[in-house]
């Protein structure tokens, strides 16, 4: 089970990895450097897929197979069959600041959050079937890695300047969140990242400056820890057919000799020896 090297484009923040099963491709992102990834397991293939002209946050993926992209500064757009098309130009009440994690929810509505800056804080906002938004969550530092329990009663949350891993109870006839509780309190092995749900549901939270993921149990115990060579693993997420290979997104790749010689590269793990498995992430039906 040890990690195997995908690919090295030393990212300055490699993230939000998602399996898209239309195609059944990877797709991830370098934040500051605007670039949308692709990786073709069946041919073993990847590549730049495409230059954005600004920087992608995060982004799902609609149930067509194109990719809804949350930017910076604060706006949402389309790449569709490598065609890239504002929706919101930008948020003004966001005052420029950018977009981090986002995630599709059950019914296809959209989580997006934002950074604090010199400005102030971020928000967490809820984008609605028709392209409504509003925002639903403020006084936020970063924004981050979000899943929902297998049931769908309930959302985690991740600020990863408050070290913590939040849960809400989720509506999911409204998108409602209410009942805001602490799910883990993560002082040990770096900043909480992105993170993703299993088939058991277990919690996998990556950790930037922690060189692993970190899985918990639905009740919140920790329960082990992925070891990466990578000093700031930032995201992670199954796929393949069976979602039994999980793929790892990393930062640091402006500068290996600090954060490792693979900083910044995309690994996988084969998780099927441990019984281990995802769940298909949702598809965003925004209409655009």
């Not at 059944?24 to 500051?32: A, C, E, G, N």
């Not at 102030?120 to 409504?132: A, P, S």
């Not at 970063?142 to 959302?155: A, E, H, P, V, Y």
């Amino acid at each position: 089970m040890s990690p195997e090297l995908i690919a090295d484009y030393a990212n300055e923040c490699g993230e939000g990895p998602l399996w898209n099963p239309v195609d059944k491709k990877l797709y991830w992102v370098d934040i500051p450097n605007a670039q949308v990834y692709r990786y073709d397991p069946a041919s073993d293939k990847h590549e730049l897929y495409y230059q954005a002209p600004n920087g992608i946050g995060g982004f799902t993926i609609q149930s067509d197979g194109s990719l809804l992209c949350f930017m910076d500064p604060a706006g949402m757009a389309i790449l569709e069959n490598g065609k890239f098309r504002y929706l919101i130009d930008e948020i003004k009440e966001e005052q420029g600041r950018k977009f981090n994690d986002v995630i599709a929810d059950p019914v296809g509505r959209v989580f997006a959050g934002t950074i604090e800056d010199s400005s102030g804080k971020g928000r967490l906002y809820r984008f609605n079937l028709d392209g409504t938004f509003k925002p639903i969550l403020d006084g936020i530092g970063i924004s981050n890695g979000m899943g929902f329990t297998l049931d769908k009663k309930k959302m985690y949350y991740t600020d990863s300047t408050e070290y913590r891993i939040d849960i809400f109870d989720y509506d999911i006839k409204t998108g409602d969140l209410s009942n805001r509780k602490t799910f883990v309190q993560t002082p040990e092995g770096g900043l909480p990242d992105g993170m993703t749900v299993d088939s058991h549901g277990n919690i996998w939270s990556a950790r930037f400056g922690g060189y692993g993921v970190y899985k918990y149990t639905a009740s919140g115990v920790l329960e082990s820890k992925l070891d990466i060579p990578m000093r700031n693993t930032t995201s992670l997420i199954f796929g393949g057919e069976h979602y039994n290979q999980m793929y790892i997104t990393s930062a640091g790749g402006e500068d290996k000799a600090l954060n490792g010689e693979y900083a910044g590269a995309l690994y996988r793990v084969d998780v099927s020896d441990l019984g281990v498995s995802g769940v298909p992430e949702f598809f965003s039906r925004i209409v655009v």
